[in-house]
């Protein structure tokens, strides 16, 4: 399967990149080429020091490139940025393609991190990502309460809850699969897009949890 990661140059898109070329094709993408490419080597040679041997391959292309060859499509990208980027990249998906918003709706203020869409009346990520889809379904929202921190690091072994909403079963069941792959996530469903916002609030609630209890890179695990 390949997958592509918009914003694939940053944190995010290196701790997936790493964690699934085990089994997959990872394309990084960047509006900078070169800069993709330098980055995918950079995660080769990380992986080529911490796995034995991996199935699948990390390359770099530019972000139109990455959209139109993906099979699943990351989007690591900025809240204030769904507008330009989704509309110049997902009218180019293929039909099959899932796409994945780990987006946020978040700011930093002095009372702490808040939710964008709540404090200023905007709609959240996934709601937003959703008016350029050609299909629903194939929206998933995921990764909201993921340590990158720790994801970076490919011989660390995850123990966290990934919350899962979207509309179409397949294209949950894709991402399910995928969060299996890396060791010690669990995907939990919690239902259709229109839940997708409850999964975007839980990233600023475990931020201030961890800032004001001096907690390190936590995570969310249901018990």
């Known amino acids: 399967m390949k997958i592509g990661i918009i914003g694939g140059t940053g944190g995010m898109g290196k701790g997936f990149a790493i964690r699934w070329c085990k089994n997959h094709q990872v394309i990084i993408g960047s ?17 080529k020091e911490s796995y034995d041997k991996i199935n699948g391959d990390i390359i770099g292309a530019d ?21 330009s980027i989704c509309s110049e990249l997902l009218p180019l998906i293929n039909d099959n ?19 964008i ?5 905007k709609p959240f990520s996934h709601q937003t990502v959703e008016k350029y889809m050609k299909d629903k379904t194939k929206l998933v929202s995921a990764f909201h309460v993921i340590s990158e921190k ?33 060791n010690g996530l669990r995907p939990i469903y919690l239902g259709s897009g229109t839940l997708a916002y409850l999964v975007e609030m839980s990233t600023p609630l475990l931020l201030n949890a961890m800032i004001r209890n001096k907690m390190k890179n936590p995570g969310i695990k249901i018990i």
């Open 150 to 182: 720790k994801l970076v690091n490919p011989t660390l072994e995850l123990d966290y809850d990934i919350f899962v909403a979207g509309d179409g079963k397949e294209s949950v069941q894709v991402v399910n699969g995928l969060i299996d792959e890396i």
């Open 31 to 47: 509006r900078d080429e070169e800069r993709a490419k330098t980055s995918a080597q950079e995660y080769l040679e990380l992986v």
């Open 117 to 121: 869409a709540i404090k200023e009346n």
């Open 63 to 83: 972000n139109v490139s990455v959209s139109k060859d993906a099979d699943v499509l990351i989007l690591s990208i900025p809240y204030e940025n769904i507008d």
């Open 97 to 115: 393609c899932v796409v994945v918003s780990p987006i946020v709706p978040m700011t930093k203020t002095d009372t702490g991190f808040e939710c």
